[in-house]
């Protein structure tokens, strides 16, 4: 049976995806659903032998499911880490490395149809960043055809992305299951202000997620 998939993405880049998306592996977690985290595409990744590793967003999301850093399963949670902290489309020309969106979408497909349970795929960068030379995150998740989580932070200007994000889904006819503000540091007004704004105008639930508190239990049950 093939799992119930959620894909987190952004309204930004640096926003607290991974903040929220762990937040959220360890709610359902303790709700005491199965559920697995991935996050197949990575950048600024730097290498498994680093110590600079264990900040890494694929290592916070395997530390989020108890899974130790071994390289087997680094490898399943990310199968495409570039090192450079940029879109993946630059990372891997750097790198000399290239990136095709059938791959990616046919390696999420397949762990689609053998995970039970819930799966949840982090996406990167913002919801119009490439992926790769052709194809942006809105072209990867369309692909999946899968809904979306869509997170978003608090800092200044953050309503207008928010709400831009939005109006992108609806355009595609993307599921938006719910949008999640993570509070972003130094930002001008309190997170819940943030999110009650979005909440006017989005015509979806909104969650707010401020930085060391857990995931709202509300939001879990909507996954």
Partial sequence: MAARTVFIAGAGTEIGKTYVTAALTRRLRAQGRPVRTVKPLASGVPPLGDPGFAESD???LLDAQD???GAEDV???SPWRFSAPLSP???AVLEGRSLDLLDLVGWCRAQIACTPGTLLIEGVGGLMSPVTEGATGLDWLRALDVPALLVSGSYLGAISHTLTAC???RRYDVP???IAVS???GAPAPASTVAASIARHA???VFCLRRGEACPEALADLI
């Fill in 167 to 169: 109006e992108t889904l």
């Fill in 58 to 60: 694929t290592a916070r």
């Fill in 75 to 77: 490898e399943a949670c």
């Fill in 183 to 185: 509070e972003s540091e």
């Fill in 176 to 178: 938006l299951l719910a």
């Fill in 89 to 91: 489309d630059q990372a």
């Fill in 203 to 205: 015509g979806a639930a």
């Fill in 67 to 69: 899974i130790p850093l």
